[in-house]
């Protein structure tokens, strides 16, 4: 591991031999951290949260206790990922996007910045939800579904619809 002087890794933690920990970063007693994870500074990572592999973690991200990321994701500044989230491999997050305790995220979504993913919500594959928009507690959004830019998101969203408009209105035709 290569962790700067200033982060604090607790002996209890399982980091792997080549992850890169920034300055000022705290990972707690039982976090696993798996090889090729890059932590930027102030980042935390309570245990028993467990990070898979060449994960990307930028300033000030926080990954609370028992969640679950799995590989090749990018969670960009300020980033929270709540108590038992699981995250899936290959999402990219933008900046202050929070996802709630207990949330799904399946594999290749992206979520733009200021995003809202509530607890309990499932996201599905291939999922894209522009910045700024909110998802409720317990809300399910569809494989390839695509919400726009601060759209107010009243319902679940069905796979491959663009939800787009204020009142919002479903349109045939969501990400590839």
Do not use: Y
């Not at 920990?21 to 930027?40: D, T």
């Not at 994960?55 to 090749?72: K, P, Y």
């Not at 899936?88 to 709630?100: L, Y």
């Not at 309990?120 to 317990?138: F, M």
């Amino acid at each position: 591991m290569k962790a700067h002087a200033t982060a604090l890794v607790d002996p209890g933690a399982d980091v792997a031999d080549d992850v890169e920990i920034g300055p000022f970063c705290i990972i707690g007693a039982g976090a696993r951290i798996s090889p090729g994870c890059r932590l930027g500074p102030r980042v935390s990572v309570r245990g028993p949260a467990v990070i898979g592999r060449d994960n990307v973690l930028h300033a000030n991200v926080s990954v609370d206790e028992s969640a679950v990321l799995g590989d090749a994701n990018i969670l960009r500044e300020s980033t929270h990922v709540q108590s038992k989230a699981r995250i899936g491999s290959r999402n990219r997050f933008g900046v202050w996007v929070t996802i709630g305790a207990a949330a799904t995220v399946a594999d290749d979504t992206l979520l733009g910045s200021f995003v809202i993913v509530a607890e309990n919500c499932t996201l599905a594959s291939n999922a894209r939800i522009e910045g700024q928009t909110v998802l409720e507690p317990g809300m399910n959004i569809g494989a390839g579904a695509r919400i726009r830019s601060q759209v107010p998101v009243i319902a679940d969203v069905a796979p491959s619809v663009v939800l787009d408009g204020n009142p919002a209105e479903a349109q045939a035709g969501g990400a590839a």
